[in-house]
Structures are given as structure tokens and as C-alpha cells.
């Protein structure tokens, strides 16, 4: 049946779709607002009216009914009403046709017109673009058209600044047309308390009715006395906002108006939710300070949720330990099980540290109550959050509790070494234990129990890293310091140069071993051409088919590279990494790139680095001229810092392999679950929470259609990584993920003057820039200078290629100011806004000892 609703209709029939806008214009007749009469098709009846089997006699009825009901009326306007126009994200503002003083003889063709406009090509573009699915169709309204003298738009929040307090309302002689399409210069004013605020234009021109029998539109000139006259009276415009007012409290949001005068009367034509608004986020409620400027150079880029919910539990087993370890009571930390667990964020997939609890853990320190500013000048903290009472301690019990952890410590400096032998025979006969298991035997709760056995032997014993940690930083920052009063400010970075050259730092081991590996393949002329001249999986079962003696010779030493650093690659920390182990062709990759580009054993043969290394130590020897015992104080301490930072950096690797046997456990289990048609892809076990997964195969899941869960993971993680990096460090209030700015760049300090940044291998440099979001972007750098958001260790292969390296965030104990040291290569860390100022293809110059980058002008 062919029906049409007038505007008088007390209850709409929930059987017919008229879409957002005409559901708005009921709402408004009902608030009792000046409304121009209508009516409205549904979709239903356009469906039947332009279907196939309509008659032209009863689609010649309806549209005669409808002129009818409109009494005395001449023209009309007839607009578009569609399911998801005029909602409060998407407005498809123009993109359905809407006519203007139609006479009733034309009714029939323009509501064809505006149906028709529902499948046209630009609708379908703006649907594509914005993800929207396709309307079956839309409803027309059909309203009285009005002659105003002034017509105009206003928004119930100011849509350019975000601004609660301001009302923006543009106006034009004439009806709105001309100011929509943006034909017309337009009056603009601002109410904000109150108070009119006006900028006023010249207005030569308006549109109004042609006068004519068809009806329609022209442009008329303004009478001169009122070009340059406002268009809306401040009672006027103040009468607006009440409406704005009335309308945001009945819609729940800042209302979009279009709107008209008539002989002085204000009627409203339609109302909208204020779209593409910039955000003025709130500032109140719960304050969070985030950073990842360290903690991005193990999780780089978007990580999954099983890796978050597996490290989330280890940073605050591990914290919880060391906050013990430092004099922190069992009460207390019992007391703040929740600051122990936040210590990570994830906002939009990626790994932040949450430096308020950071300061809280701070603050648990019994030093704190007795000097606050020295404790948080220490441990970099720049701002303070609430205490809660409970950590306050009397100076009393903080200075017996420094005491006490001051021998405890002085305990646990004395045992570090053994600490450490003990922890590295523990982590290889457990990662051994694990490597001979037959996984392909398990199910997939035995593959639990396997992880649970893993991680109660192995990961909540991870002492001796942590002390090595907390010692590295110490004996760090006491040869800093001493350097800096021996030294003086000639060089700044002395300190980094006498850590160079430390043959006994394992992250530099696997660029030597791989690079032999290449050299050795470039000196046999069947095994050069081999890698030259196929892809890396036609090399690899190559090398398995291909039983000639060199073949063979070659294929075991890379055997033996993969089973050494197999799990040494670019993201090793994060569980969804398919490691060297898992695909070896990765590897024959790094080999065909070093191949290729002729990088060879004697281009880092440790020289360079040896040679910083001895002049650093002459210079600090000069400066310590004749005191025997300020030598003896030195040597101990860079010993000390040596040792240490060595020690801290070939933890972190052995940290690399529990992480590969956690990474082995859980492949498996989505090996299991895909077979067992669980989940669709064994991939998509990374998609899922650790408690997740366990809690599926404990019978406690509260959610069993896990398929559905995991999609809805993996269409967020795709849109996060479409989203770019999110700020260096930025704060949110409240819920973190409601209305926050994760892009603020309000919190970061930027340096005086051009791109500066942490100098940590010394070196000055010139040359072009390569700027490389992922390290299996390109093979070689080809002796350009690396520049990049974060590293990992397995960046380490692009390093050999290298002219110098420019990292945007890091620290000088990060990874890449390690491992630059060890090979010699300048390096500057801690640059901000460096992706922002260079790109590709720019020719710079960079001094690894002052941090200080010059961009060549060409």
C-alpha cells in the first residue's frame, strides 16, 4: 500500500523507514518549534511507486493527494531522508539531490530525481570511502517552501575550535542556498556568553525565487544600504541560540540547524548532530601520563593482545620483585596490587609505560619520605603525581628501612656475579629441556601446562637481570659523572666512547657470525651465484636438496647460526614474530642482502671502535694527570659500567630466548586450535588474551564464540596500523580510551634550535637520508644514513650497511647506542620531531658525539 505521513502524525509506524533527517522534523513539530509543513514518503512507497509493476495512475494519485494537502501552497521543497544522513558521524552533506521551489506540476519528476540520486555514483564513492553500507533506497520529504529575507546555519558548539561555550551562526540574504554551496559571502558571528560577537562581509548578492511560473532559483543584487549591513539583528541571533539550547537538550548533543526568517519569524528547517567537530577533549577526571620513548624499541609498532597480556603479567611479577628487592614492604605492595599491575598501557595496540604508577612505585621507596626532589631527579621522573598516604613513611622508619636496604643491596652487589652464572645455568637447561619436546605430540592443554611449568621455573626468576639492570644504571651514571668533573665539557660523550669496543657483548655477534657467513659465501663462485640470482626460498631448498660438499658445509654453519640467534630478529620480543627459527628463509634474506651488496667481514673487523675506545682513554688519562688514586676510583668504575652494560645487554638476549620458547608454545596451541577447527587460521591465536586462551581450555571462557572476538581484534589492529604512531608522550583523563588525544604532542619537550638529540657513538658524518619504518622494508642501507622511529635488536642487520644511525627515540643504554659503539657506527638517539623534519632522499650531517644534526640546504 502507498502511503505518505503527514507532519500532524502523533505515533510513526515503525513498519516504514523515512530516515534521520525526516525523524528530526517530527521530533521538532513535537517540541513545538516553527517548522514548515510537510510530509514524508517512505522508502516503502517509493519502493512500489517506482517498482516495475506500478501503474502511472496510482502514482499520479499519490502525488495528487499530496499537492492537495498542502492547501494553498504553490512551491515545495523536496529533499532526501536516508538511514544514515544527518547522523552524528556521517552527514553525506550534498551528496543526495534536494530541489527548490517546485511547482506541483513537477512534484512526480523531482521525487524521482531524489530517489534516483540514492544509487548514483558519487553517493556510492562517499558510502566506499567512509565504510557505510549501501541504502536499498531513501525517503523523500516534501516540504512548503518558504521566501525568507534571511537565511542561514548554526552549530550549538564552535565546529572549528571545539569550543563548548560558543555558538557560530553564518547568515545570508535570501535563502540559504548560497551560503551552503559557498557561492555567497556569508555574515559570521559568535555567541558566547551572552554576548554577540560579529564579522561582517559585503554582500552584493542573494538567492531567491526566479518569480517564474516553473519555479526554481536566481541570483538577485543586494540593495546597497544593506551590502554591508548584518543580516541578523543581536535579538535575532540571540533567539537562535535559545533554540540551539533547546535543541541540544532535547537531541543530547550540539545541534546542526538550518534555518530561515519570514517576516521576522524564526522557523527552523532542519536540525543534525554537529559533525567532523574538533574535539575539545575534557580535562578532568583521572590523570595518566603516557611514554614509550623506551619501551618502543622492544614493542615497536602495533602489537597483539596475547604478547600484551603475556608481558603486562611479567612487568609486575618483575616489579613487585625489585620494589621488594629496594626495601619495599610485603604490606605495601599487597597494599597496591593495581599499581603493580598497570604499569603498561595499551592505547591503539601499542606499548606505553603508565608513568603514574611508575611514580607511585617511586614513592614506595622508603628514600622517598625523606627527600622526594633527589629521589625523582634520580629516577628522571619531571612530574608529580598524588601521593596516597599509605607509602608515607615517618623519617624514622625511612631511614631504618635505607639502612636495611642498603645492606640487602650491598648483599645482592657482592652475589650479582654468581647471581648470574646461577640464573644463565637455570635459563639453558630449562630453554634445553624445552627445545627437545615434541610439540607436535601435545594437545593443546598439555601445551598449557608446558607454558605454566615455563614460566614458574624460569620467568618469575628473573632476578639477576633485574639487579644487573638497577646496578648498569648506577655504575652508568657514576662514570658519566666522573668523566664530566675529570673531563670537563670538551667531550660531553667521553663516557660513551670508553664503553666501545666490548668484544664480550653478545648483541654484536650475530652481524659478525652473518657477515663471515655472507663472506664465505662470496668467496665460493656456485654459492655466489646461487645467492645472487634466486629468491630467498629457492636458495634455502637449495641448499637442502643440493648435497655438493660446499652446499652442505654452508647449510650446516647457517644451521648453527639459527639455532645460536634464531630468535635474535626484527620484533623478537613480541609473540607474533615469526623468528629465524620458525622460517629460516628470513635469514637467507639478511645472507643474499649482504651478498649483493659485497658488505664483508674486514668492513667490520672492530678497529674503528677500538680505536675510540684508546683515545677516550688517553684523553681521560691526560685528565687524571698524576693522581694514583683518582686513576684507581676511574678504572674501577668503568670496569664496573663495562661489565655491566655488557652483562645488561646479553640478559636481555637470553631474555630473547625464553621468549622464543613462549612464542614455540603458543604457535602450537594455535596449530591445535585451527586443526580443531577452534579458530579459523593457527595465526589467529595471537588475537586472543594468554587468559583468554587458558580460559577456553579451563571450561571458565566467558565468551565461547571466540572466531567472532578474534575478528573483531584483527579489524582493530589493521585500523591501528592505519592510524600511524601515536605521540611520543601524552596524557589522558579519565577513561584513557574516551575522548582522549593519543596524537597530543602537548607533553613533549622540544629541544632550542634544529634536530638535536642523544650523541652515543661518536663518528661525524655525511650523507643522505633512508628513512625506514620497518626493517624488512630493503636489504641494505647502501651506505645511507638509517633513520627511523625505534630499534630492536634485530635491526642489527641493517646496521653493517649503515653510514650512520639516527634513531627518534631510545635512551644511551637503548639498543642501537649499544651496538652502534660495538661497531663503530655514529649514532644519535632521543631526536624529537625527527620523522616530522626529515625524509628520504634529504643529505644531512650528523655528529654522534654532540647529538647535533645539520640538514644540508641543496
Given at each position: 500500500m502507498m502511503r505518505y505521513l503527514?507532519?500532524?502524525?502523533?505515533n510513526l509506524p515503525p513498519n516504514l523507514t523515512i530516515g534521520g533527517k525526516a525523524t528530526n522534523l517530527?521530533?521538532?513539530?513535537?517540541?513545538?518549534?516553527?517548522?514548515?509543513?510537510?510530509?514524508?514518503?517512505?522508502?516503502?512507497?517509493?519502493?512500489?511507486?517506482?517498482?516495475?509493476?506500478?501503474?502511472?495512475?496510482?502514482?499520479?494519485?499519490?502525488?495528487?493527494?499530496?499537492?492537495?494537502?498542502?492547501g494553498d501552497a504553490r512551491f515545495f521543497a523536496v529533499r532526501s531522508s536516508a538511514a544514515d544522513e544527518d547522523g552524528a558521524d556521517f552527514s553525506?552533506?550534498?551528496?543526495?539531490?534536494?530541489?527548490?521551489?517546485?511547482?506541483?506540476?513537477?512534484?512526480?519528476?523531482?521525487?524521482?530525481?531524489?530517489?534516483?540520486s540514492a544509487f548514483s555514483d558519487r553517493v556510492k564513492t562517499y558510502q566506499q570511502h567512509h565504510q557505510l553500507l549501501g541504502p536499498a533506497g531513501i525517503a523523500v520529504i516534501i516540504q512548503e517552501m518558504l521566501d525568507p529575507e534571511v537565511a542561514g546555519v548554526a552549530f550549538g558548539v564552535n565546529p572549528v575550535n571545539g569550543n563548548v561555550d560558543e555558538k557560530l551562526i553564518s547568515a545570508v540574504y535570501g535563502l540559504g542556498e548560497g551560503l551552503v554551496s559557498g557561492e555567497l559571502n556569508a555574515d559570521h558571528f559568535t555567541l558566547k556568553n551572552g554576548n554577540v560577537y560579529a564579522e561582517i562581509v559585503e554582500k552584493t548578492e542573494a538567492v531567491t525565487f526566479s518569480n517564474a511560473a516553473s519555479g526554481g532559483t536566481i541570483k538577485i543584487a543586494v540593495a546597497e544600504d544593506k551590502q554591508n549591513a548584518p543580516t541578523l539583528s543581536d535579538d535575532q541571533i540571540r533567539e537562535i541560540g535559545q533554540m540551539l539550547d533547546q535543541?541540544?537538550?532535547?537531541?543530547?548533543?550540539?545541534?546542526?540547524?538550518?534555518?530561515?526568517?519570514?517576516?521576522?519569524?524564526?522557523?527552523?528547517?532542519?536540525?543534525?548532530?554537529?559533525?567532523?567537530?574538533?574535539?575539545?577533549?575534557?580535562?578532568?577526571?583521572?590523570?595518566?601520563?603516557?611514554?614509550?620513548?623506551?619501551?618502543?624499541?622492544?614493542?615497536?609498532?602495533?602489537?597483539?593482545?596475547?604478547?600484551?597480556?603475556?608481558?603486562?603479567?611479567?612487568?609486575?611479577?618483575?616489579?613487585?620483585?625489585?620494589?621488594?628487592?629496594?626495601?619495599?614492604?610485603?604490606?605495601?605492595?599487597?597494599?597496591?596490587?593495581?599499581?603493580?599491575?598497570?604499569?603498561?598501557?595499551?592505547?591503539?595496540?601499542?606499548?606505553?609505560?603508565?608513568?603514574?604508577?611508575?611514580?607511585?612505585?617511586?614513592?614506595?621507596?622508603?628514600?622517598?619520605?625523606?627527600?622526594?626532589?633527589?629521589?625523582e631527579k634520580m629516577m628522571g621522573v619531571k612530574e608529580r603525581f598524588d601521593i596516597p598516604e599509605s607509602y608515607q613513611l615517618s623519617k624514622g622508619r625511612a631511614w631504618w628501612r635505607i639502612v636495611k636496604m642498603a645492606g640487602n643491596m650491598y648483599l645482592r652487589w657482592k652475589?650479582?656475579?654468581?647471581?648470574?652464572?646461577?640464573?644463565?645455568?637455570?635459563?639453558?637447561?630449562?630453554?634445553?629441556?624445552?627445545?627437545?619436546?615434541?610439540?607436535?605430540?601435545?594437545?593443546?592443554?598439555?601445551?598449557?601446562?608446558?607454558?605454566?611449568?615455563?614460566?614458574?621455573?624460569?620467568?618469575?626468576?628473573?632476578?639477576a637481570p633485574l639487579l644487573n639492570d638497577f646496578f648498569a644504571m648506577i655504575w652508568f651514571g657514576m662514570l658519566q659523572k666522573q668523566?664530566?668533573?675529570?673531563?670537563?665539557?670538551?667531550?660531553?660523550?667521553?663516557?660513551?666512547?670508553?664503553?666501545?669496543?666490548?668484544?664480550?657483548?653478545?648483541?654484536?655477534?650475530?652481524?659478525?657470525?652473518?657477515?663471515?657467513?655472507?663472506?664465505?659465501?662470496?668467496?665460493?663462485?656456485?654459492?655466489?651465484?646461487l645467492f645472487t640470482n634466486k629468491n630467498e626460498a629457492e636458495i634455502w631448498a637449495e641448499l637442502i636438496e643440493n648435497k655438493h660438499i660446499d652446499f652442505v658445509s654452508i647449510k650446516k654453519e647457517i644451521d648453527r647460526y639459527i639455532a645460536d640467534f634464531g630468535e635474535r630478529c626484527v620484533g623478537e620480543l613480541k609473540l607474533e614474530t615469526v623468528s629465524y627459527t620458525q622460517d629460516p628463509t628470513a635469514f637467507i634474506r639478511i645472507l643474499k642482502s649482504y651478498v649483493e651488496t659485497g658488505i664483508t667481514s674486514a668492513q667490520i673487523s672492530g678497529s674503528r671502535e677500538l680505536e675510540i675506545r684508546q683515545k677516550a682513554e688517553q684523553e681521560i688519562n691526560r685528565a687524571l694527570k698524576g693522581g694514583i688514586l683518582q686513576k684507581l676510583k676511574f678504572r674501577r668504575t668503568l670496569n664496573k659500567a663495562r661489565e655491566l652494560v655488557s652483562a645488561r645487554e646479553n640478559l636481555r638476549y637470553e631474555r630473547t630466548r625464553a621468549f622464543g620458547i613462549v612464542r614455540q608454545l603458543f604457535s602450537y596451541i594455535g596449530k591445535k586450535f585451527a586443526a580443531d577447527g577452534i579458530i579459523a587460521y593457527e595465526r589467529d591465536i595471537f588475537f586472543l588474551t594468554?587468559?583468554?586462551?587458558?580460559?577456553?581450555?579451563?571450561?571458565?571462557?566467558?565468551?565461547?564464540?571466540?572466531?567472532?572476538?578474534?575478528?573483531?581484534?584483527?579489524?582493530?589492529?589493521?585500523?591501528?596500523?592505519?592510524?600511524?604512531?601515536?605521540?611520543?608522550?601524552?596524557?589522558?583523563?579519565?577513561?584513557?580510551?574516551?575522548?582522549?588525544?593519543?596524537?597530543?604532542?602537548?607533553?613533549?619537550?622540544?629541544?632550542?634550535?634544529?634536530?638535536?638529540?642523544?650523541?652515543?657513538?661518536?663518528?661525524?658524518?655525511?650523507?643522505?637520508?633512508?628513512?625506514?619504518?620497518?626493517?624488512?622494508?630493503?636489504?641494505?642501507?647502501?651506505?645511507?644514513?638509517?633513520?627511523?622511529?625505534?630499534?630492536?635488536?634485530?635491526?642489527?642487520?641493517?646496521?653493517?650497511?649503515?653510514?650512520?644511525?639516527?634513531?627518534?627515540?631510545?635512551?644511551?643504554?637503548?639498543?642501537?647506542?649499544?651496538?652502534?659503539?660495538?661497531?663503530?657506527?655514529?649514532?644519535?638517539?632521543?631526536?624529537?620531531?625527527?620523522?616530522?623534519?626529515?625524509?628520504?632522499?634529504?643529505?644531512?650531517e650528523m655528529d654522534g658525539s654532540s647529538g647535533i644534526i645539520n640538514i644540508i640546504e641543496s
Open positions: 503527514r507532519d500532524t502524525e502523533e517530527f521530533r521538532l513539530k513535537k517540541l513545538g518549534l516553527r517548522v514548515p509543513s510537510f510530509l514524508v514518503l517512505p522508502v516503502e512507497t517509493l519502493e512500489i511507486m517506482f517498482s516495475e509493476n506500478s501503474a502511472e495512475s496510482d502514482i499520479n494519485r499519490i502525488v495528487f493527494e499530496i499537492s492537495r494537502d498542502f553525506f552533506a550534498g551528496q543526495f539531490e534536494t530541489f527548490l521551489y517546485v511547482p506541483a506540476t513537477d512534484l512526480k519528476s523531482k521525487i524521482r530525481a531524489v530517489w534516483d535543541l541540544q537538550k532535547e537531541f543530547g548533543a550540539p545541534q546542526d540547524i538550518e534555518f530561515a526568517f519570514q517576516n521576522g519569524q524564526l522557523y527552523l528547517l532542519q536540525t543534525r548532530p554537529v559533525t567532523t567537530l574538533k574535539k575539545q577533549f575534557n580535562t578532568t577526571g583521572h590523570y595518566i601520563l603516557w611514554d614509550n620513548s623506551n619501551i618502543i624499541e622492544s614493542y615497536p609498532g602495533v602489537t597483539t593482545p596475547l604478547t600484551f597480556s603475556f608481558i603486562s603479567k611479567s612487568y609486575e611479577t618483575a616489579y613487585k620483585l625489585f620494589s621488594a628487592y629496594l626495601g619495599v614492604s610485603d604490606a605495601v605492595i599487597r597494599q597496591n596490587e593495581r599499581v603493580f599491575s598497570n604499569t603498561l598501557g595499551f592505547l591503539n595496540g601499542r606499548v606505553y609505560y603508565n608513568l603514574r604508577t611508575w611514580y607511585h612505585m617511586l614513592a614506595m621507596l622508603p628514600g622517598y619520605s625523606i627527600n622526594a626532589r633527589f629521589m652475589s650479582l656475579p654468581r647471581k648470574r652464572r646461577e640464573f644463565m645455568e637455570l635459563l639453558n637447561q630449562t630453554i634445553t629441556e624445552y627445545k627437545a619436546i615434541d610439540y607436535d605430540s601435545k594437545t593443546a592443554y598439555e601445551l598449557m601446562q608446558l607454558y605454566l611449568n615455563f614460566e614458574k621455573t624460569l620467568l618469575d626468576e628473573w632476578k668523566c664530566e668533573k675529570y673531563a670537563g665539557a670538551e667531550n660531553r660523550n667521553i663516557h660513551n666512547d670508553l664503553l666501545c669496543g666490548s668484544s664480550d657483548i653478545i648483541s654484536v655477534e650475530p652481524v659478525h657470525r652473518s657477515i663471515r657467513l655472507a663472506s664465505q659465501i662470496s668467496e665460493n663462485p656456485g654459492l655466489k651465484a594468554k587468559e583468554e586462551i587458558f580460559a577456553y581450555l579451563d571450561g571458565t571462557s566467558v565468551t565461547q564464540e571466540i572466531r567472532g572476538l578474534i575478528m573483531l581484534r584483527k579489524n582493530e589492529f589493521e585500523k591501528n596500523q592505519a592510524a600511524g604512531p601515536l605521540s611520543e608522550r601524552f596524557a589522558t583523563y579519565g577513561a584513557p580510551y574516551h575522548d582522549n588525544d593519543f596524537f597530543s604532542t602537548d607533553r613533549i619537550e622540544r629541544p632550542e634550535g634544529g634536530l638535536k638529540g642523544i650523541g652515543c657513538s661518536p663518528g661525524r658524518v655525511r650523507g643522505k637520508v633512508r628513512v625506514v619504518l620497518n626493517a624488512h622494508e630493503i636489504a641494505s642501507l647502501n651506505g645511507d644514513i638509517l633513520v627511523t622511529i625505534s630499534t630492536d635488536p634485530g635491526w642489527v642487520t641493517l646496521f653493517p650497511g649503515a653510514l650512520g644511525i639516527i634513531v627518534e627515540r631510545g635512551s644511551l643504554l637503548s639498543h642501537s647506542a649499544i651496538v652502534s659503539r660495538e661497531m663503530g657506527k655514529p649514532c644519535i638517539v632521543g631526536v624529537t620531531g625527527l620523522l616530522k623534519t626529515l625524509k628520504t632522499g634529504d643529505e644531512i
